[in-house]
């Protein structure tokens, strides 16, 4: 032991301080704590822990135990210790681990592992020594507590023991002890030494590759094990080595399959669900799966009966009871343990993926005798089965779900909570049948239930099926589309059910399902009957949420995608909603103004972002309705987006420059006063090499710098000024190699529409960007954008067709590529491909010749060219 020694006051007052701790009264735990904070900031802190948990066996054991532990979470405190007392410490802690007492062993061993990952064991080489040396010539209990350090240390930084230390510290010769426990006739013992070789094959460790057949041996001789700790880690490896070495267990496969179809139903749940693991690990990878093909008449049954509910399961969910009014008292509902019968989903999920119509082929039956069964629980996992094969198996399931769903649909009014949540989260899971084509065949026997029988269970009393009828109906919106339309103040007034009876928790999700409807309908919602259905419920709520709440992300996110939808409709209410996010935008900037020195200070939560997203949505849907609102705001809404543009967090110049655009395209007049200073900051975003975090600055940058030209009109001398800053910096960003394509895109857009503005001041320049421009449009979907973008660049060849000449092919091939141009666009096509035709019929053909099949066919058929 080092020479360092405690100060005997000190030591008493902190041992007081100690035995006070574990009492139970809070006044004095609290001044404790502080106590013992205030401890942990002196240099010796570390050395008076470990004199406490290792040289006092006369002391109570449970303040030993509280040293411990403190000296576990304190343990960084000892890059600070004098060498002296680090010394000391280290000593100590080793000594602790061979103490008479379990639970000090166990404390001194959750300090030893957090010395070790502190200090990094190649600096600390004695003590891994002095572990295997216990390993070696130690027994019963100082042999298990030395392998139980290794074990949580192998556990937590097994890359850190991943090296060579002379003299002490030797994967090529600790392995081979760890293989050599695993026999051994203490089960914890073999438990924590194939638990220490299972963490080195998860980091691939060479050493212990170079033993694989060793280390596969020494798991199959373990296979047999009845301890399930031993059988879990077994399972545990198997599955790490499938996926890092499966040709070692190929030999083997057909042993180790039978093994993890007996473990995947072992009655301890952690061994079964390690086995399962196997098989999800197994269909995950397609390299794998013509070896897993004969497996599945065996697999498939046997995770179909591990999907029903256990007992455990059955407790859990009985808090979750039919009394709205208990819900309320949560915050919220804890996520649901990952169990076996999720676990077992998840892995016929992937075994639905990778085989499809060969997994339904030995499924089907046994699914359907679990659907017919009497046992509601039985009938329950085939409802959980059928969901989790959807996406596989569609194809080959078609036929059967004429009768299926409808099945489902009678599964809804079950008495039990679980069969309805689940048989909503299955219909969820079809919603793209249940949604396709809808024919008056599909329409009366399929999705009109479907949509009804969701509905329905979205008002459930049971807060489960709630939650999962709102994320299934969420599906079916997605799926259905417009095709909703309809069905629309049907579907509101379940809304606005739910929002009166949901507790917080689902009052999220619900937030989700109104804000797909609004995407998936658009337009259809301007109805004013759907407006004063749906938005005094979602002001209401809106009203009652402080700015700090999570809650108002969401609703803020909702409420997005809600103005945009209802578009000019929404203006009755548009005074609380402009003002709420002005005043989100304005509280943002002012707080980081104050807070800008503090170098802690948090990225913007994501509630500006949202009020940005409401706020173009307004602007979208009622332009220069919004006008009273933008130019009386205070401070001026003006204002605050230079401030956004200017601003180093690269999202929130990314907003500003996104509303910049919005306000272009649906309110300029409002904007026109301010363009000077926002093309300042324009063109200073127009990087051709943008750092990754500004890329989608620069593109909304790009973006808007179009959307205002274009505004502006044909040759507006006011605009005039900027059209070379602006170019220039374009055109840089259009031929940089590693521009990313949304970049390229809107950067070729808007030289584009500045052309067609002013294309004098552009045509010249068209030699240097021409070749780029039409790559970089190629191929992108066709709409008003992309529509001026083309009208833009023929203007400028109109004006200077030798710029276009290098390039020809290149833009003959872009002309082909449009499916459906309008009509201006089109003659513009036609005017200048027989202006290239016309004046030298020979020369055009001789050059034609050389195009694609595909590109002279097109020209020809198309313009006679």
């Given amino acids: 032991m080092a020479s360092w020694t405690p100060q005997r006051p000190l030591l008493l007052t902190l041992l007081q301080t100690l035995r006070q701790a574990s009492g139970t009264n809070a006044t004095l735990l609290s001044t404790i704590t502080q106590k013992l904070q205030n401890f942990a900031r002196r240099e010796e802190c570390v050395g008076y822990l470990a004199y406490i948990l290792s040289s006092l066996p006369e002391e ?12 576990k979470d304190i343990a960084r405190c000892i890059l600070d210790a004098s060498p002296d007392v680090l010394t000391f410490a280290k000593s100590a802690v080793l000594m602790a681990v061979n103490d008479p ?14 010395f070790l990952e502190i200090l990094e064991p190649r600096n600390w080489p004695e003590c891994l020594q002095q572990l295997v040396h216990m390993l070696e010539v130690a027994g019963g209990d100082q042999q298990e507590a030395a392998l139980g350090v290794l074990q949580q240390a192998c556990d937590k930084y097994p890359e850190k023991l991943d090296l060579e ?14 293989i050599v426990l695993s026999d051994h006739p203490n089960a914890k013992m073999r438990a ?38 031993v059988h879990r880690h077994v399972c545990q490896t198997l599955v790490l080595l499938l996926a890092s070495r499966p040709e070692k267990l190929m030999p083997e496969m057909v042993n180790v399959a039978e093994y993890m179809l007996y473990s995947t139903k072992d009655k301890h749940e952690n061994v079964a669900l390690q086995a399962c693991d196997f098989w999800l690990t197994f269909a995950e990878a397609p390299d794998l799966a013509p070896n897993l093909r004969p497996f599945l008449a065996k697999v498939s049954p046997v995770l179909l009966d591990c999907m029903v509910h256990s007992e455990d399961d059955l407790l859990l969910n009985e808090r979750y009871d039919d009394n709205v009014a208990v819900h309320d008292r949560y915050t919220g509902i804890e996520p649901r343990p990952w169990n076996l019968r999720q676990y077992a989903a998840a892995a016929l999920d992937a075994l639905a993926v990778r085989f499809g119509a060969d997994l ?75 949604s396709q084509s809808i024919s008056p065949e599909h329409k009366t026997p399929i999705f009109v239930p479907t949509l009804q029988g969701l509905l329905r269970m979205m008002i459930d009393d049971n807060q489960l099926v709630q939650k999962a009828a709102c994320s299934a109906f969420a599906a079916l919106e997605e799926e259905a589309g417009p095709e909703l339309a309809p069905y629309l103040e049907l579907v509101l007034r379940k809304f606005l059910i739910s929002f009166q009876k949901y507790a917080k928790s689902n009052i999220l999700v619900l937030y989700d399902a109104v804000e ?11 109805s004013p009957t759907y407006v004063e259905i749906l938005m005094p419920s979602l002001l209401e709520r809106w009203s009652k949420l402080k700015d700090d709440n999570d809650e108002l ?33 304005h509280t943002f900037l002012r707080q980081y103004e104050t807070c800008q020195q503090d170098p802690e200070m948090n990225q913007p939560d994501r509630s500006l972002f949202a009020a940005f997203d409401i706020l173009y949505g307004l602007m979208q849907g009622l332009g220069m309705e919004l006008e009273q609102h933008i130019m009386g705001s205070q401070p001026n809404i003006f204002e605050l987006l230079i401030n956004c543009m200017k601003h180093p967090y690269a999202a929130v110049r990314q907003s500003g420059y996104a509303l910049v655009g919005g306000m272009s395209k649906n309110c300029f007049p409002l904007l026109r006063p301010q363009v000077s200073r926002i093309m300042q900051c324009v063109t200073v975003q127009l990087d051709p090499g943008p750092k990754v975090e500004f890329v989608s600055a620069c593109n909304n940058a790009a973006w808007a710098a179009g959307e205002i030209a274009l505004r502006f009109g044909r040759d507006e001398a006011e605009f005039r000024q900027w059209v070379h800053p602006l170019v220039s910096q374009l055109i840089p960003i259009l031929r940089h190699p590693k521009a990313p394509p949304k970049l390229l895109e ?26 780029a421009w039409c790559q970089a449009l190629y191929e992108i979907r066709e709409n008003e954008e992309k529509d001026s973008a083309f009208r833009g660049l023929c203007t400028l060849v109109q004006m200077n067709p030798a710029g276009i000449k290098k390039s020809l092919l290149c833009f003959c091939d872009a002309i082909v590529q449009w499916k459906q141009p309008s009509l201006e666009l089109n003659d513009m096509f036609q005017q200048l491909l027989n202006g290239f035709k016309q004046p030298d019929a020979v020369g055009w053909a001789a050059q034609v010749v050389q195009f694609p099949p595909a590109t002279q066919e097109a020209l020809a058929a198309r313009y006679g060219v």
């Fill in 746 to 771: 809107d950067a070729a857009v808007s030289i584009g529409r500045i052309g067609l503005m002013h294309p004098a001041l552009v045509a010249p320049l068209l030699p240097e960007f021409a070749h």
């Fill in 360 to 434: 339904l082929n030995v499924l089907l039956e046994p699914l359907q005798t679990k659907l017919r069964n009497d046992d509601w629980l039985q009938c329950e996992s085939g409802i959980l089965a059928l969901g989790a094969i959807a996406p596989g198996c569609i194809d080959a399931i078609k036929p059967h779900l004429p009768t299926l769903v409808p099945y489902l649909f009678d599964a809804l009014n079950h008495p039990q909570p679980l069969m309805r949540s689940h048989t909503c989260w299955t219909l969820g899971r079809y919603a793209s049948w249940c």
């Fill in 165 to 178: 230390i002379d003299g002490s510290w030797s994967l090529k010769y600790t392995l081979p002890v760890f």
């Fill in 553 to 585: 992300i969401l609703l803020l996110q909702c409420l997005a995608s809600v103005t945009i939808a209802m578009g000019p409709a929404v203006l009755p209410y548009a005074t609380p909603i402009f003002d709420r996010c002005h005043a989100i935008v």
């Fill in 101 to 114: 007492s379990i639970m000090i062993r166990h404390a001194a061993a959750q300090a030893i592992v957090a």
């Fill in 60 to 71: 109570d054991d449970r303040i030993r135990i509280i040293a411990g532990h403190l000296l």
């Fill in 192 to 229: 924590h030494a194939i638990a220490c070789l299972s963490s080195f094959a998860s980091i691939g460790c060479d050493s212990l590759f170079e033993r694989i057949d060793a280390f596969i041996a020494c798991l199959l001789k373990r296979a047999s094990d009845e301890d399930p700790a």
């Fill in 516 to 526: 797909t409807l609004a995407d998936a309908v658009g337009s259809a919602l301007q």
